[in-house]
């Protein structure tokens, strides 16, 4: 499977509706605390908008909500995967990436046969506070040497400047959040990384 190499990430289908037209194809919305009605609305609103840009929606966490609303992908932390039901996600047809910090964690996620792996955060972020330390881009080099052809997708701390270097240590895709969100002209800054990952 090959997969776009730019997989930015977003907390509102508001992002999505400022993505989506610029181009990018593959896209996951990640919303944590959020009514599970309105949530679904969001899921559903995303989806739509996503197919209509011939794009690819990520659904974060919310596996049921993914599986219920016809969801062609979802992403589960590890934690997600204490509770998620894989047999039930596997039958919906899901796609399912999985994210991954350590080898514990990727040999976890490997038994599950995922259609991509994550690895972070490569670099240090600011998103969320992590206990892992950035794995830096031989750690992405040594993960892709073990997934395989599987694709794997580098996270945390991502920039337009820095993803070459991902690139070149062999991820597939990049991810990224904050260097987006938190960028003065967000739309100018996708279009770089469009760019960037062409």
Request: proline share 6%; net charge negative; aromatic share 6%.
């Amino acid at each position: 499977m090959t997969l776009p190499r730019f997989y930015p990430i977003f907390d509102s289908v508001a992002w999505l509706e400022r993505a989506l037209p610029l181009g990018v194809k593959l896209v996951q919305l990640r919303i944590k605390k959020r009514d599970i009605n309105a949530l679904r609305l969001d899921i559903r609103a995303g989806l739509a908008m996503a197919r209509a840009h011939g794009a690819a929606l990520v659904v974060n966490d919310h596996w049921q909500l993914a599986v219920e609303e016809g969801a062609d992908w979802l992403h589960l932390g590890q934690e997600d995967l204490d509770t998620a039901d894989i047999p039930a996600i596997r039958r919906a047809g899901l796609k399912l990436g999985i994210s991954t910090h350590d080898h514990a964690e990727l040999d976890r996620a490997l038994a599950l046969s995922p259609d991509y792996v994550a690895l972070g955060p490569v670099y240090p972020t600011i998103l969320k506070a992590m206990k892992w330390h950035s794995q830096g881009l031989k750690r992405v080099t040594e993960w892709k040497g073990l997934v395989g052809d599987i694709p794997l997708c580098a996270i945390g701390g991502m920039s337009v400047e820095r993803a070459p270097g991902a690139f070149e240590a062999w991820a597939d895709t990049v991810s990224a959040v904050t260097d987006i969100t938190l960028n003065p002209d967000p739309e100018a800054r996708m279009r770089d990384w469009l760019r960037v990952c062409a």
